[in-house]
């Protein structure tokens, strides 16, 4: 605002000094004074632009009387029509220009509070990869002052692992082309890293990027946690039944291609019913974590998926549970299913002045190298295994291969 006022009073005293200068000068030069007359719409101009229409009006009626003064001085012959003809340039010219100056700075006013107000990230950038101009919301996001980002490249501030695809997306946008939902990593000035979503387009005939960013750091997490869940079991974090099912399929067609076996745990918490009846829910839910823990930690359980001989294990509900050896065969499936019992059975768990010792019986079943038999056959052969290791004597481990 300060600014502003300064420039206005500079605007005023230019004026000033030009409606003297062209004064003297018409007063002076004889026979062209009428055309320097026309020479006042200058100062008109100057003043209309920087205060508006009201303003215009006012110093083009000052040009129309010293205009006149200057004729009248000078005894120069003008009619009424001349006189008419020059108040109305004078008072038009300043109407205009001020109406046109006003419309502008509130443009420029309204944009400016868009510009300011805006929850998204509004910037500009050059073809030459550096920021123009950046909002407020840069600062509340980011951290950053737009002393620090403007003049700066923006490659500067993206994530290490996004640069490469930021930098073809700025090369598309250089020659012409438009992004929408574009997503990358920025790094805040506090170290964290924010997921933004861009809209941008080019303005070529100003060499300059027009882009518009909304954090959506709360939504990509929310996503990630979305999915986690759709592939975990909420208690215990292992895998549930529907990514289980997706490893096993995925394992049984890597053994069909290459010709390898393995072998399938079924696991089930003895006395789960009696722990929960007895001691309460809460505490068969930490059974089933504990149980889960060491069954993970004992697997090294990781995703199928990513690395084909990896040991999978998950829980597919109630107190059931089962794990995937890849590449296993009876023997190995026993050693390893007496390894998970005697790992279990070492759970110590007090709960309201019991102690409570966890016991596991475990059915096992094994594919061969054609993949075979399905996976429907392969969990059943596993859960009649386990219930037989159940009728043996709970905690008992019996490995059996499939009809």
Same mark, same amino acid.
């Given at each position: 605002?300060?600014?502003?006022?300064?420039?206005r009073?500079?605007?005023?005293?230019?004026?000033?000094?030009?409606?003297?200068?062209i004064?003297?000068?018409?007063?002076?030069?004889?026979?062209?004074?009428?055309?320097?007359?026309?020479?006042?719409?200058?100062?008109?101009?100057?003043?209309?632009?920087?205060? @508006?229409?009201?303003? @215009?009006?006012?110093?083009?009626?000052?040009?129309?009387?010293?205009?006149?003064?200057?004729?009248?001085t000078?005894?120069?012959?003008?009619?009424? &029509?001349?006189?008419?003809?020059?108040?109305?340039?004078y008072?038009?010219?300043?109407?205009?220009?001020?109406?046109?100056?006003?419309?502008?700075?509130?443009?420029?006013? %309204?944009?400016?509070?868009?510009?300011?107000?805006?929850?998204?990230?509004?910037?500009?950038?050059?073809?030459?990869?550096?920021?123009?101009?950046?909002?407020?919301?840069?600062?509340?996001?980011?951290?950053?002052?737009?002393?620090?980002?403007?003049?700066?490249?923006?490659?500067?501030? $993206?994530?290490?692992?996004?640069? %490469?695809?930021?930098?073809?997306?700025?090369?598309?946008l250089?020659?012409?082309?438009?992004?929408?939902?574009?997503q990358?990593?920025?790094?805040?000035?506090?170290?964290?890293?924010?997921?933004?979503?861009?809209?941008?387009?080019?303005?070529?005939? %100003?060499?300059?990027?027009?882009?518009?960013?909304?954090?959506?750091?709360?939504?990509?997490?929310?996503?990630?946690?979305?999915?986690?869940?759709?592939?975990?079991?909420?208690?215990?974090?292992?895998?549930?039944?529907?990514?289980?099912?997706?490893?096993?399929?995925?394992?049984?067609?890597?053994?069909?291609?290459?010709?390898?076996?393995?072998?399938?745990?079924?696991?089930?918490?003895?006395?789960?019913?009696?722990?929960?009846?007895?001691?309460?829910?809460?505490?068969?839910?930490?059974?089933?974590?504990?149980?889960?823990?060491?069954?993970?930690?004992?697997?090294?359980?990781s995703?199928?998926?990513?690395?084909d001989?990896?040991? $999978?294990?998950?829980?597919?509900? @109630?107190?059931?549970?089962?794990?995937?050896?890849? %590449?296993?065969?009876?023997?190995?499936?026993?050693?390893?299913?007496?390894?998970?019992?005697?790992? $279990?059975?070492?759970?110590?768990?007090?709960?309201?002045?019991?102690?409570?010792?966890?016991?596991?019986?475990?059915?096992?079943?094994?594919?061969?190298?054609?993949? &075979?038999?399905?996976?429907?056959?392969?969990?059943?052969?596993?859960?009649?295994?386990?219930?037989?290791?159940?009728?043996?004597?709970?905690g008992?481990?019996?490995?059996?291969?499939?009809?």
């Amino acid at each position: 605002m300060k600014l502003l006022a300064e420039r206005r009073w500079i605007s005023i005293a230019i004026a000033a000094i030009l409606f003297a200068a062209i004064f003297v000068a018409r007063a002076t030069v004889g026979t062209l004074g009428d055309a320097i007359s026309f020479l006042y719409v200058i100062p008109v101009v100057l003043v209309a632009t920087a205060y @508006g229409t009201r303003a @215009g009006m006012l110093v083009g009626a000052v040009a129309f009387l010293l205009s006149s003064l200057g004729t009248l001085t000078m005894d120069l012959p003008v009619t009424p &029509l001349g006189y008419v003809n020059r108040a109305v340039v004078y008072l038009f010219v300043g109407a205009l220009v001020g109406r046109f100056a006003t419309t502008l700075r509130g443009l420029e006013a %309204e944009s400016a509070r868009h510009f300011n107000l805006s929850l998204d990230m509004i910037c500009t950038a050059g073809f030459d990869g550096r920021f123009k101009s950046v909002n407020p919301a840069f600062e509340r996001t980011l951290g950053y002052t737009p002393n620090e980002l403007i003049g700066r490249p923006f490659m500067k501030f $993206v994530h290490p692992d996004d640069i %490469e695809k930021t930098e073809r997306e700025a090369a598309a946008l250089a020659d012409g082309g438009k992004t929408v939902r574009f997503q990358n990593r920025y790094l805040a000035k506090d170290g964290e890293m924010h997921w933004l979503e861009w809209a941008s387009i080019p303005l070529p005939d %100003e060499e300059i990027i027009y882009g518009v960013a909304r954090d959506i750091t709360e939504r990509k997490a929310l996503e990630r946690e979305l999915e986690r869940l759709s592939h975990h079991d909420p208690l215990t974090g292992l895998f549930n039944r529907r990514r289980f099912e997706e490893a096993l399929r995925h394992q049984l067609a890597y053994t069909r291609r290459y010709g390898r076996g393995g072998a399938l745990l079924m696991i089930d918490l003895d006395r789960f019913k009696q722990i929960n009846d007895e001691l309460g829910h809460a505490a068969g839910d930490r059974a089933l974590c504990e149980v889960g823990r060491v069954l993970s930690d004992n697997l090294r359980g990781s995703d199928t998926l990513a690395r084909d001989s990896a040991n $999978v294990v998950a829980r597919l509900g @109630g107190d059931e549970f089962v794990a995937l050896l890849p %590449e296993a065969d009876a023997a190995d499936a026993e050693v390893v299913a007496t390894r998970l019992a005697a790992a $279990v059975a070492g759970i110590r768990l007090a709960i309201d002045g019991r102690t409570l010792e966890l016991r596991i019986s475990i059915g096992a079943a094994t594919f061969d190298e054609h993949g &075979l038999p399905g996976e429907r056959e392969l969990l059943a052969a596993a859960d009649r295994a386990m219930y037989m290791a159940k009728a043996n004597g709970r905690g008992a481990k019996l490995a059996a291969a499939p009809d």
